[in-house]
């Protein structure tokens, strides 16, 4: 049986603070399921924002999207979870990243580490948390237990394999961007290659579980539940004319044919009803269930929510 839909938005602009709680309860009306906020420098700080986000709104959980960790150490950061979790009345998804602007780094002072280092600090944060969360000594507590709901975002195998043991919640872009790029425009993979990604992970859950059965002599509870796939969806147009679209999007993505782009669940082209169809598709070919979309998308994506509600 299919995951039902979820529906996230990611909210990344601050004004007021006015204005920031009509933009929460605009979202909640608009059937948002999670709102979301990123990790990046110029962005509101992610967990001040959810607090704020929570004393407005009563229905969405509320996520990082995602952490940037280089910007973080284990205790600082499992101090901060268990306080917005706590604040937000235990509504917190606590998303987390590898990071991948060099050029935020360098603004904050912070070390640029390799692929490798970020990923082992990605790790070893992961495991602390889990550690820390669960200790009953650890002041203040979440108010979820042992800990929020953890997603991780990313396509890379090393990645991918931590997120197999650990997420609930695996995060998939179907996107590739440069290290020393500014955050913006991303190269998308093919759709081939995205699927191969989320049957990577699918290999790596089933090792996950074989490990944890076997460490637990078949103790029954052993195996975790299967992660819930998200996907960050870069446009949302409402055009008549899908294929026209596509074309003048192939600029963007010069390795990719027409189809690729008609196919690819980074693009929603079409009327609402076209556009919950490709959801449709896209869940059974890969599996995701959870879509955030951009803030500048939310109004376009709002009828979509309606006609994909409760299917």
């Given at each position: 049986m299919?995951r039902?839909?979820r ?5 990344f ?20 399921d999670?709102l979301?906020?990123?990790d ?9 924002a959810?607090?704020?986000?929570a ?7 509320l996520?990082t999207?995602?952490?940037n960790?280089?910007f973080?150490n ?5 101090r901060?979870?268990?306080t917005?979790?706590?604040?937000t009345g ?10 991948y602007?060099k050029?935020e780094?360098d ?7 390799s692929?490798r280092?970020?990923?082992d600090?990605l790790?070893?944060t992961v ?7 669960a ?11 042992p800990r929020p709901?953890l997603?991780l975002?990313?396509n890379?195998?090393r990645?991918?394999?931590v997120a197999?043991r650990?997420?609930e919640?695996a995060?998939f872009?179907?996107a590739?961007?440069a290290?020393?790029?500014?955050p913006?425009?991303v190269?998308?993979i093919?759709?081939?290659a ?13 090792e996950?579980?074989?490990e944890a059965k ?5 103790a ?8 819930e796939?998200?996907?960050l969806i870069?446009?949302v147009?409402?055009?008549?004319d899908?294929?026209?679209k ?7 993505a010069p ?7 008609l196919?690819?669940?980074?693009l929603?082209?079409?009327a609402p009803?076209d556009?919950a169809?490709?959801l449709?598709a ?11 979309v951009?803030e500048?998308h ?14």
């Open positions: 299919a039902p839909f529906f996230g938005v990611n909210l602009t601050l004004a007021s603070a006015p204005a920031w709680r009509e933009k929460c309860r605009r979202a909640e009306g608009l059937g948002y999670v979301l906020v990123p990046h420098l110029g962005n509101p700080d992610p967990f001040a959810l607090v704020a986000a004393e407005t709104t009563e229905r969405p959980r996520g999207f995602v952490l960790l280089g973080w284990p205790a600082l950061l499992a901060s979870v268990a917005c979790d706590t604040l235990g509504r917190l998804e606590l998303g987390l990243g590898a990071g602007v050029a780094h603004s904050a002072g912070l070390p640029f580490g692929p280092e970020r990923v600090h790790e070893h495991r602390e948390l889990e550690r820390l969360l200790d009953p000594e650890q002041q203040p507590r979440p108010a979820q237990s709901p997603l975002g990313g890379g195998s990645l991918l394999r197999a650990h997420a919640i995060a872009t179907g590739v961007q290290p020393d790029d500014a913006g425009p190269k998308l093919s759709p081939a995205l699927e191969e990604r989320v049957a990577a992970f699918r290999r790596f859950a089933g996950a579980d074989a076997a460490d637990a002599d078949g029954a509870g052993a195996t975790r539940e299967p992660a796939l998200n996907y870069q446009m147009d409402a055009t008549d899908r294929r026209a596509a074309r003048e999007l192939q600029p963007y390795d990719l044919t027409e189809d690729q782009l196919e690819h669940p980074a929603l082209l079409g009803q556009m169809d490709q449709r896209q869940r059974e070919r890969f599996g995701f269930s959870y879509f955030t951009l500048h939310m109004e376009a994506f709002a009828p979509v929510i309606e006609e994909l509600r409760d299917r």
